[in-house]
């Protein structure tokens, strides 16, 4: 991982390490609703699928029941790689410059997998693939540049 310097907490000039400290402090504060989001988005989706399953025709679910219900998993897990991504932030000097790529992608792919495609042009079709493919790439070379892909 690449190191970072946007936050050291022994910065030579005093009145910079001590807002330094005080933006890492924020982001500390920033994790505490984050945590507080993936409840809510765990809660939404057990309120969503009960809700669903116990309407008629109970127990079942039909595409767009589905659909909705992976888009809602998606974003609980985007909740979690975001909090990784404060978490990893705060306890190293490392940048998680592959972490951030691979949440990027899942965000993308959950806008995926929710598309109605009654409701988008070619050209936003086109520019979710140009994204992920764009994504994609950063994600192999960031990869393949720290080692842990082999050819």
Not at 15 to 42: D, G, N
Not at 88 to 116: C, F, H, N, Q, W
Not at 140 to 149: A, P, Q, Y
């Amino acid at each position: 991982m690449k190191k970072h310097e946007e936050l050291p907490e022994d910065h030579v000039d005093p009145l910079m390490q001590y807002l330094h400290h005080a933006i890492r402090f924020a982001i500390k504060i920033l994790a505490v609703p984050m945590v507080l989001v993936i409840f809510w988005s765990i809660a939404d989706v057990v309120y969503v699928l009960y809700m669903r399953l116990s309407s008629p025709p109970y127990f079942l679910l039909n595409i767009e029941d589905i659909l909705q219900t992976f888009g809602a998993f998606m974003v609980v897990l985007i909740a979690v790689e975001i909090f990784t991504n404060i978490r990893l932030y705060l306890g190293s000097s490392s940048l998680p410059v592959e972490l951030v790529i691979a949440t990027a992608l899942m965000a993308v792919a959950r806008k995926i997998i929710v598309l109605d495609l009654k409701l988008v042009t070619s050209e936003q079709i086109v520019g979710l693939a140009l994204v992920t493919l764009a994504l994609g790439i950063s994600y192999w070379l960031v990869k393949n540049k720290t080692g842990h892909t082999k050819l």
